[in-house]
Structures are given as C-alpha cells and as structure tokens.
C-alpha cells in the first residue's frame, strides 16, 4: 500500500463541489469517511485522521510514518479545492482535486468501515478513447503482457497522447512505443523520439556534483557561500547551506524563489526570464526559517543553483558541462538542451493536464533543475550505467551519487536520486515533470533492472514508470 503524493502542486483553497452524488450504501459509507478525512487534514490533524485507518492500513503504514507523510508532503498540497465525487469502482471511491494541478484522491473501506486504501495521485480522467491507439507491443511474450497491461489503459485514456518505454532486464534492451508524438498525426514514437524529461535533470546535476568532488574541484560539505558573488555571500542566511544540501533538497531554499513570477512574461515559458541576475537578488534577501540539513524540501531553486555554481567553477554553461562531461563519455548522442531544426522536428508535442498543446520549457539560470532533453534510447543509457556491471566511464561518480545523504523515513536522497523507500531492493529513481511532459527514470541494483518511461502528457506517466518497475519486480 502506498499514499502517493505528488510534489510541488499548488492548490489554494478548500471547498466541496459534488458533481455527482454517492448512490449506494457502500458508496455513501465512503464517502462519508472521505469528508471526515478531508476535514482533518484541512485541520493539519493527521493524528486523527489515522483513527479512521483500518489494520491493513496501518500494517502497511505506520503510526510514525504516516505522521510524516502527511506532514512533510501531504499538508504542502492543502488546503484542496473542488473537491468532486466522480464514481466508485471495486468498493473504491474516486474523487477529483482541483486545483493549479489535478489531483484523483481514490479510497475504499474495509468490512469494519475503516479506509484500507488511500491515496492522492495525479488525475487521470475513467473515459477510454473510442479507437484504440496504436503502438508496436506484440503482446506475445509475459514481458509484453505485463507492460501493456499497464500502458493500454493509460493511453487509451482520453487525454493521453504519447508513450514511449525502455527495459533493460535480463540482460537484453526492449523498446516499446505507444500512441502519437502528437494529437491525430498517427505517427507512433520510436527510440528517438525527443521528451522533456523535466526533473530526472537534477540526477545529471548530481553526477556533475560527485564528478566536481572526485575531481577535487570541491567538498560536498562546502558552503554555498565559497562559490557566490561577495555580495550574495554576504548573507549570514545563506552560510550554513552546503553544495550536498542543494543536491538532496535539505538546504532549506524553497521550491522556487518569491520573485519568480515577476520576471515571468509569458506564462506558458516560466522558466526564461530567470536570469542569475534574479537568482542572486533574491539570494541576497533570502531568510532561513530552518537549520539546513534537517528538513527536507524539494527545490527546484536549490538545484538551479547548484546548476550556477558548477558553470562558476568550471567556467563553462550548465548544458557544455552535461554534454562534455556526461553525455559525451555515455554515449548518449541525443541528450541535450538546445535542439537543432532536425531535433525539433524529433521533439514530441507536450500537453498539458487540459490536454492543450505547450511548448517545451526554455530556461536560464534554473537549467539544473529540468531543463534536459532525451530518447528512450539515451535514457536507458543512462539508467544502465547506473550500474556496477555495465563499468561505466563515469562509475566512479556514479558510485559517489548514490550514496544515502538524507533519510527522514519518508524521503531517502542520495545525491540528486531518490530512493523508493517501499521497495525491499535499493532502487534509484526520479520523475520528471514540465508543462507538457511526465517522465520516470527507475533503476534496481539488485535486479539490474531499468525502466525508463517517457509521455508527453501532463498526467501520471511519473507514477506509471513506478507502477511498471514493481511490476516487472514481479516477473
């Protein structure tokens, strides 16, 4: 069982919209128990919520850890708004949230009218397209089985569009494509389809971080303070923070800075006007409210910066330092920043959760953070060396970058990498995620198993890629 929470969605006010009404005594039951929670956690009173648990539940997390979780991850997503029963399935209620993101929050009862299942997922409209789509999975084999079990009903759920998904298992590469590279063009995506791959850039920041340390161009343990402008520096607030604390998202910088959106001037491209110019006028004013170190935080705005302080070191851009330093020495020929005319015409049309067509990012100073481009070729790549057996060239900061730096018992970091706490092998991971495109990059060392899933929809392909990964665990 896992509560699965999604980071960074902001929603800004709590009301009930019922669109339709629960009928059935089940369904009633439910949702009377979905109220009750929702009022709780409006309350910030997780305690009590926890008393409406039945002991599957609480088998599968306990007491403390769901303290956390609620805490630490579900309180930063509250309060909701229009809040909207949609059906209930299989004894399982479906709730849609509204807000900046859209949120599905699913629960179900068990014979004692506790909730045994629940959780907080990225939307993902019932309805099924009236014609299939299309996609090169022969569904002969149990690995194709397995996979399109998964992936039919995701894209042949209205709204999707995309998907394309790397394997490695068992020694051997398998590629499976589904859907369009963009709505009605019938074009199926291929290995070199190009995505956004959104956040699973902070895991290249990462590998340049260890690489900067075995090279000895710095100590994880190095104030941030050593590598910025005197006058940036000159912030007492920002002298305890760490190089390390930027990569593992405990520095304590918020997610993105208070005056992001104002050099914001086309909202579909939020991310190109901020310049370091913007970067360091905010550090200069930044306020710690907590030890560094201590808490964690994902940021964006951390790893941006941590993005700036690199080129500083090396005197080079963030995208010269992943192409020369990363891309180059894997053989990864279509990772990259800035595309060509030809790499256009091989980028995927992205779409947001309205399923409106978006262009693809474009950054400055936070390019650490997401701004990478790749394939499902490049991508299964790079997830392969992540492994011991494959003797990378880079292993070494490889090595270094999986190392645990944090663990609250709700986020495990190493450097850049998360770790998926709920399974019982060490597995790496990190989703992506921009206006137009969810992806998920999954490694499992003990398995030496890759998945890698990349969509070009602003739904759940994030969770999809987790989801497929256990399920390939299985086999």
Wanted: charged share 20%; hydrophobic share 40%.
């Amino acid at each position: 069982m896992r509560l699965l929470l999604i980071f960074g969605c902001f929603l800004s006010a709590f009301t009930q919209v019922q669109a339709q009404q629960p009928t059935t005594l089940q369904e009633i039951k439910t949702d009377s128990v979905a109220q009750k929670l929702l009022q709780l956690f409006a309350n910030k009173q997780a305690d009590s919520a926890y008393t409406l648990a039945g002991e599957v539940f609480k088998k599968a997390l306990p007491y403390d850890k769901w303290m956390a979780v609620c805490e630490k991850q579900l309180y930063g997503l509250m309060p909701f708004r229009n809040v909207s029963f949609l059906r209930s399935k299989n004894g399982v209620n479906k709730y849609k949230v509204e807000g900046v993101a859209a949120l599905q929050l699913l629960i179900s009862l068990d014979n004692l009218d506790k909730f045994q299942a629940f959780a907080i997922q990225p939307f993902q409209d019932d309805a099924r397209k009236k014609l299939p789509s299309a996609t090169n999975n022969a569904k002969l084999t149990t690995l194709d089985k397995t996979v399109d079990a998964l992936l039919d009903n995701y894209i042949n759920t209205v709204g999707n569009v995309g998907a394309s998904v790397a394997i490695y298992t068992k020694g051997k590469d398998y590629y499976y494509q589904y859907g369009e590279t963009a709505k009605d063009n019938k074009q199926l995506p291929s290995n070199a389809t190009l995505y956004e791959i959104g956040s699973i850039s902070k895991t290249f920041t990462a590998t340049l971080l260890a690489k900067a340390v075995v090279d000895k161009k710095l100590r994880l343990q190095d104030a941030i303070t050593q590598y910025l402008p005197d006058s940036v520096a000159a912030n007492t607030h920002l002298q305890a923070i760490t190089l390390q604390q930027l990569s593992n998202h405990t520095s304590g910088l918020p997610r993105l800075p208070f005056n992001f959106y104002f050099t914001t001037t086309n909202y579909l491209q939020p991310y190109e006007n901020f310049d370091d110019k913007a970067l360091f006028a905010f550090l200069k004013q930044f306020k710690a409210t907590h030890k560094p170190g201590n808490t964690y935080e994902y940021s964006n705005l951390a790893v941006g910066l941590l993005g700036v302080i690199l080129e500083r070191i090396y005197n080079k851009t963030y995208e010269q330092l992943v192409v020369e330093q990363i891309a180059k020495p894997m053989g990864l020929a279509n990772t990259k920043i800035t595309l060509t005319q030809q790499d256009s015409t091989l980028l995927a049309q992205g779409y947001n959760e309205k399923g409106e067509a978006v262009p693809a990012w474009r950054f400055k100073s936070l390019a650490a953070g997401g701004a990478i481009k790749s394939n499902a070729a490049d991508l299964l790549q790079y997830g392969k060396q992540q492994l011991v057996v494959f003797k990378s060239p880079l292993l070494a900061y490889n090595q270094l970058a999986h190392q645990q730096t944090f663990s609250d018992g709700v986020q495990k970091v190493a450097l850049g990498w998360h770790f998926l706490v709920d399974d019982i092998d060490v597995v790496w991971q990190h989703g992506g995620g921009t206006n137009g495109c969810r992806t998920m990059l999954c490694i499992n060392e003990a398995k030496d198993l890759v998945v890698a899933v990349l969509t070009n929809n602003a739904t759940n392909g994030d969770a999809l890629g987790i989801n497929l990964l256990q399920a390939l665990e299985r086999l």
